[in-house]
């Protein structure tokens, strides 16, 4: 079965950490460009960010540039989310899925209508 599980969510203070995952099974992560999603209560998902298939470009909302950083490990068929600085507005449910490609880079737009579970982030004091 083709699948995306993400882990790495919980409850941080504003201001802390998390690194997120999103590992693959059943298919080879490493041929398809990969986007981090999220969904705060009552709002639209949204995307967060996306990294190309070599991992060569990437991309982030204007809402986490400088915070986070997505990045991956091909030979681990996983791709991470580092959160850093997190503030409540980026309280939410995280999903990752196959992203489309504009050319030699990413776009934050979904490739498949099959989302995982997600894994929650809530950042409160």
């Known amino acids: 079965q083709l699948q995306l599980v993400e882990s790495g969510g919980g409850l941080v203070q504003p201001g802390g950490s998390l690194r997120l995952s999103c590992a693959a099974s059943?298919?080879?992560?490493?041929?398809?460009?990969i986007g981090w999603f999220r969904q705060a209560p009552g709002k639209e998902r949204e995307g967060v960010s996306c990294?190309?298939?070599?991992?060569?470009?990437?991309k982030h909302t204007e809402s986490v540039k400088g915070r986070f950083t997505i990045s991956r490990d091909n030979a681990k068929n996983t791709v991470y989310l580092q959160m850093n600085s997190l503030k409540p507005e980026d309280t939410g449910v995280y999903y990752c899925?196959?992203?489309?490609?504009?050319?030699?880079?990413?776009?934050?737009?979904?490739?498949?209508?099959?989302w995982g579970q997600g894994t929650q982030v809530t950042v409160s004091s």
């Open positions: 899925a196959t992203v489309i490609t504009l050319g030699p880079m990413c776009g934050m737009i979904p490739s498949t209508n099959r």
């Open positions: 059943g298919f080879t992560l490493g041929y398809y460009a």
């Open positions: 990294i190309t298939s070599s991992g060569g470009s990437t």
